[in-house]
């Protein structure tokens, strides 16, 4: 069995690879993995084992249609992380997230078709469905993404739609919740206030706080992924939910106290362009087809992610560093 990874040097790919390789996925102890990444700035070689027997490593860009078709060859599953997806981003130049995430991931499943690769598992987010007032989304909800980083890839969640329904590519689609965990590039809000705090400086919540998410640990991320890659049906979606819903400014308490932080650390800064009021999945369909259920509660989750970072500075500090820099 060998499988392509893209995006595999970024904060969920490296962890779906990581586990991989330590032979956390039943029936692929042996799995061959090749990770293609381009290295931008939220991918980092340092994510992944400098050497491993069964990893190989390839830098390079989805939109590079001939390395695809010289690289794909062989393999016979594609795991898709790879995406532009930082939403602030996204709201100062959208052109990269559509070159990316629309037109790479066309380019990817073209190349796919073109080499023979018999399984493709798409990854997206829950962006894509807007903002829900009550409720969850299911699956069937209509796609009504509100900033350009969701629009890229509600884009990407149809083009891989009609790559299965138009040519018969065996693919399905995740969505996922917000995820966190370690090696997560300090521009997101849980490491980003992390490292923050750690630091003494101000962390800055938008808005009155209010803005709701659910919070899903990258490990039950990838093993919801694995799952649909073994067991999920052609042309589906699957929301992968993570059962934890917090406002920004619970998260934010909850963050404080874990670094044993001063609340006057706490920055009001103008909301976000857009700024979805709530997000709210319904992950029925996932547990009941494939039997997923999370298994990292969040309280600990998040203590452990803590924990990572207060004792991993020398990953994190050079990479905040440039974060605060930016954002001057």
Partial sequence: MRILVTGGAGFIGSHYVRTMLDGGYPGYQDAQVT???????????????????????????????P??????????????????SHVDRSLESSA????????????????CLRTGVQRVVH?????????IERGSWTEEWPLAPNSPYAASKAGSDLIARAYWRTHGLDLSITRCSNNYGPYQYPEKVIPRFVTNLLRGLPVPLYGDGANEREWLHVDDHCRAVQLVLTGGRAGEVYNVDGGAALSNAQLTDRLLEL????????????????????????????????????????????????????DNPGWWKPLADHVEEETR
């Fill in 35 to 65: 990770v293609l990444d381009a290295l931008t700035y939220a991918g980092n070689r340092a994510n992944l084992p400098a050497a491993h027997p069964r990893l190989s490593f390839v830098r390079g860009d989805i939109c590079d249609l």
């Fill in 67 to 84: 390395l695809l078709l010289d690289l794909l060859p062989g393999h016979d599953a594609v795991v898709h992380f790879a995406a532009e």
């Fill in 96 to 111: 990269e997230f559509v070159r990316t995430n629309v037109q790479g991931t066309q380019n990817l499943l073209d190349a």
């Fill in 123 to 131: 990854v997206s987010t829950d962006e894509v469905y807007g903002s």
């Fill in 259 to 310: 670094c044993g932080a001063d609340r006057r650390l706490v920055q009001r800064v103008a909301d976000r362009k857009g700024h979805d009021l709530r997000y709210s999945l319904d992950g029925g369909k996932i547990r009941e087809e494939l039997g997923y259920r999370p298994l990292v509660p969040f309280e600990q989750g998040l203590a452990q992610t803590v924990s990572w970072y207060q």
